[in-house]
């Protein structure tokens, strides 16, 4: 049974960094590929980011692209999510997740695509 545990938040100013980790467990990490969602208060979840077994062609979200990078290593089954310049509008409980092989560019967005999940952590961007 596959099973994510993220970390790596925080409270930051506008403009720092911040790395968020995703450990796999249960699970071949590399059969997977992986991304992040958040979701703010009051707003419905959204895609950040998402990267393919072998890590080629990472997708991102618009309003992250240039800002975050996503990015694996299959020796640690860990998935991470770097994050700079942060802003205000980034502050959100950020969910990574997985699926068994890799995604369709088109559905990489869809959370109904994703079956596993972790706990989420939380990223606060004071300004």
């Known amino acids: 049974h596959v099973q994510l545990q993220a970390c790596g938040g925080g409270l930051v100013q506008a403009g720092d960094s911040l790395r968020l980790s995703c450990a796999l467990s249960?699970?071949?990490?590399?059969?997977?590929?992986v991304g992040w969602f958040r979701q703010a208060p009051g707003k419905e979840r959204e895609f950040v980011a998402a990267?393919?077994?072998?890590?080629?062609?990472?997708t991102y979200a618009d309003s992250v692209k240039g800002r975050f990078t996503i990015s694996r290593d299959n020796a640690k089954s860990t998935l991470y999510l770097q994050m700079n310049s942060l802003k205000p509008e980034d502050t959100a409980v950020y969910y990574c997740?997985?699926?068994?092989?890799?995604?369709?560019?088109?559905?990489?967005?869809?959370?109904?695509?994703?079956?596993?999940w972790g706990q989420g952590t939380q990223v606060t961007v004071s300004s």
């Open positions: 997740t997985a699926r068994f092989n890799d995604y369709i560019l088109s559905s990489a967005r869809d959370g109904s695509q994703w079956p596993y």
């Open positions: 990267i393919r077994r072998r890590g080629g062609m990472p």
């Open positions: 249960g699970g071949t990490f590399s059969s997977h590929a």
